[in-house]
């Protein structure tokens, strides 16, 4: 069987809705796929039971449909689904490069990338691809309709994963439709003084940079003690913190690897303290989809 290891990913990062993504060291979804008359999927790992086998409800059967490539698929998730770390998109991301070099269909990483947001638009509703789009090239990613800009960045950071869930599709239900021109403004000068920070593997700039005034604040709300565990990773030493994704995983800079630990510990600590269990990953900008072998 042909194997990829796909990471998560964590879109937005505040100031960059739907625009900005990251690839994450881990966790990260390993797809393993072998030629078949037609497409059958098994799913284990992290979060499995709530991830459909049924191919066209699955990204990464959506994925193996648009490519023609049937395909018994074994999705082994590392990362759980409804987490804002880019789960669906993961498997869909792993997937498309899988499935590309076992037809040999000879698609570019970058076109791959939209064929895998086909396959997030049976969850979302939207071929939405900020998170496939670092799942499949790495680093620090930049989508726009005109087409997407990748940046090598690295950076120390935690993402705070609580046992709690929040779907892409209810998150984007409480974005405001609009925004006022002083929003515009704040949240322009955020998202450039974050790439900027991306192009420098600066962390007081990222960290500075996630500050976003209009959707970070709308779905906060949805996630219990988000308050406190944004207060308590800064005052751990973090430069910045936002939610991941959609999520209710919530992302904090660093300044060093070092810091990971404390920053870690205390947005557990303040999850637990507003009676939410949770988990956090010490991890950092990473590489895309890597095939590990046959
Ligand atoms: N291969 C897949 N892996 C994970 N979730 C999937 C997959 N295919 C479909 N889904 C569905 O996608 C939803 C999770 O996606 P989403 O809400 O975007 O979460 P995340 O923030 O983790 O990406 C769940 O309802 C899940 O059943
Ligand atoms: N831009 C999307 C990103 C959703 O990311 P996910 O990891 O929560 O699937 C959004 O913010 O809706």
Redesign the pocket.
């Given at each position: 069987m042909l194997t990829v290891r796909a990471p998560a990913t964590s879109a937005n990062l505040g100031s960059g809705f739907d625009v900005f993504g990251v690839a994450l060291t881990r966790p990260a979804?390993v797809v393993r796929v072998e030629r078949a008359s037609e497409t059958t999927i098994e799913?284990t790992g992290a979060?499995a039971e709530?991830?459909?086998t049924e191919p066209a409800?699955?990204?990464?059967?959506v994925v193996a449909r648009e490519l023609d490539a049937p395909a018994h698929i074994e999705?082994d998730?590392g990362?759980?689904?409804?987490?804002?770390?880019?789960?669906?998109?993961?498997?869909?991301a792993g997937a498309a490069v899988a499935l590309n070099e076992l037809y040999d269909r000879g698609l570019s990483r970058e076109e791959l990338v939209w064929l895998a947001a086909e396959?997030?638009a049976?969850?979302?509703g939207e071929a939405h691809a900020d998170?496939v789009a670092p799942s499949i090239l790495g680093g620090f990613t930049i989508v726009t309709d005109e087409g997407i800009t990748r940046i090598d960045a690295d950076l120390p950071v935690v993402v705070c994963l609580p046992e709690t869930v929040?779907?892409?599709?209810e998150a984007r239900g409480v974005v405001p439709e609009s925004v006022e021109m002083d929003q515009m403004v704040e949240t322009v000068g955020n998202a450039s003084t974050l790439v900027a920070g991306m192009c420098r593997d600066d962390p007081e700039l990222v960290g500075r940079g996630l500050t976003d005034p209009v959707v970070t604040p709308a779905r906060a709300d949805l996630i219990e003690g988000y308050d406190a565990v944004a207060d308590a990773a800064r005052e751990a030493g973090a430069t910045g913190v936002t939610v991941s994704?959609?999520?209710p995983?919530v992302l904090a800079v660093c300044r060093d690897c070092d810091q990971r630990r404390a920053v870690a510990s205390a947005m557990v600590g303040a999850f637990g303290e507003a009676g939410v269990d949770a988990q956090a990953y010490q991890t950092g900008i990473g590489r895309g989809a890597e095939i590990l072998g046959e």
């Amino acid at each position: 069987m042909l194997t990829v290891r796909a990471p998560a990913t964590s879109a937005n990062l505040g100031s960059g809705f739907d625009v900005f993504g990251v690839a994450l060291t881990r966790p990260a979804d390993v797809v393993r796929v072998e030629r078949a008359s037609e497409t059958t999927i098994e799913v284990t790992g992290a979060g499995a039971e709530f991830v459909p086998t049924e191919p066209a409800e699955n990204t990464a059967g959506v994925v193996a449909r648009e490519l023609d490539a049937p395909a018994h698929i074994e999705i082994d998730k590392g990362v759980r689904p409804s987490s804002g770390l880019g789960s669906s998109a993961s498997s869909a991301a792993g997937a498309a490069v899988a499935l590309n070099e076992l037809y040999d269909r000879g698609l570019s990483r970058e076109e791959l990338v939209w064929l895998a947001a086909e396959g997030e638009a049976v969850v979302s509703g939207e071929a939405h691809a900020d998170n496939v789009a670092p799942s499949i090239l790495g680093g620090f990613t930049i989508v726009t309709d005109e087409g997407i800009t990748r940046i090598d960045a690295d950076l120390p950071v935690v993402v705070c994963l609580p046992e709690t869930v929040v779907s892409t599709r209810e998150a984007r239900g409480v974005v405001p439709e609009s925004v006022e021109m002083d929003q515009m403004v704040e949240t322009v000068g955020n998202a450039s003084t974050l790439v900027a920070g991306m192009c420098r593997d600066d962390p007081e700039l990222v960290g500075r940079g996630l500050t976003d005034p209009v959707v970070t604040p709308a779905r906060a709300d949805l996630i219990e003690g988000y308050d406190a565990v944004a207060d308590a990773a800064r005052e751990a030493g973090a430069t910045g913190v936002t939610v991941s994704g959609a999520g209710p995983g919530v992302l904090a800079v660093c300044r060093d690897c070092d810091q990971r630990r404390a920053v870690a510990s205390a947005m557990v600590g303040a999850f637990g303290e507003a009676g939410v269990d949770a988990q956090a990953y010490q991890t950092g900008i990473g590489r895309g989809a890597e095939i590990l072998g046959e």
